[in-house]
């Protein structure tokens, strides 16, 4: 009995002296480093350094940028939502300014230019109040490529895309209201150009829950 005793007496001292073991520390995560200068949290594992291309926030061009897609000579197109500018920047940065598809000032109604996509060495935008546009870089025309649906004007296209059969897709989430929200996606392509007009063959509509 007293053998247990002691035992025990000896048991609780070194528990006592060793003490709790001390909790380990998180292991810091691979990619943890500082913010980015300019407010970026730190970058995720397998992602490189991410560096700021330009700056052109204080410039007619920079005004609520929307739209980036890219030319075969490595030019970033977008577009000035704000201020109807249509540009690009070039590899190294710099900002070339295009064109401006607001028309004159007294007619009133913006253009407020959207999404961007090049097809076939050309530029396709979505506009707010003017359809869908295309510019040529080659000749520097801009021209309306459709702007009514069955005679309705389109209430605010945004995004558009091709699919591989040269078909272009947009959407005009501004008749969500009346579609109980259901996305209305319009398709369409071009037919041959008549004496130097873009003729559009059929446009047809349909719902995307």
Request: glycine residues 10%; hydrophobic residues 35%.
């Amino acid at each position: 009995m007293r053998t247990r005793i002691v035992t025990l007496a000896l048991v609780i001292l070194l528990i006592g002296i060793a003490g709790p073991a001390p909790a380990q520390a998180p292991a810091q995560p691979t990619n943890a480093g500082p913010v980015q200068p300019w407010g970026l949290p730190p970058l995720p594992a397998g992602v490189g350094p991410v560096e700021k291309f330009a700056d052109i926030h204080d410039t007619p061009q920079g005004q609520f940028l929307e739209g980036g897609s890219f030319d075969t000579q490595g030019n970033l197109w977008f577009v000035g939502i704000g201020s109807g500018w249509i540009s690009y920047l070039q590899p190294d940065g710099k900002l070339v300014p295009v064109v401006n598809c607001n028309p004159p000032a007294e007619i009133g109604q913006t253009c407020e230019p959207q999404g961007t996509r090049f097809k076939d060495g050309k530029l396709h935008l979505t506009t707010r109040h003017r359809g869908i546009l295309v510019y040529d870089p080659q000749t520097k025309e801009l021209k309306t490529l459709v702007y009514t649906w069955r005679n309705q004007l389109f209430k605010g296209p945004n995004d558009l895309d091709f699919d591989a059969e040269g078909n272009l897709y947009f959407i005009d989430p501004e008749r969500l209201r009346s579609n109980r929200r259901r996305l209305p996606v319009f398709k369409g392509r071009h037919a041959a150009e008549d004496h130097g007009r873009s003729a559009v063959s059929e446009w047809h509509r349909s719902l995307a829950r």
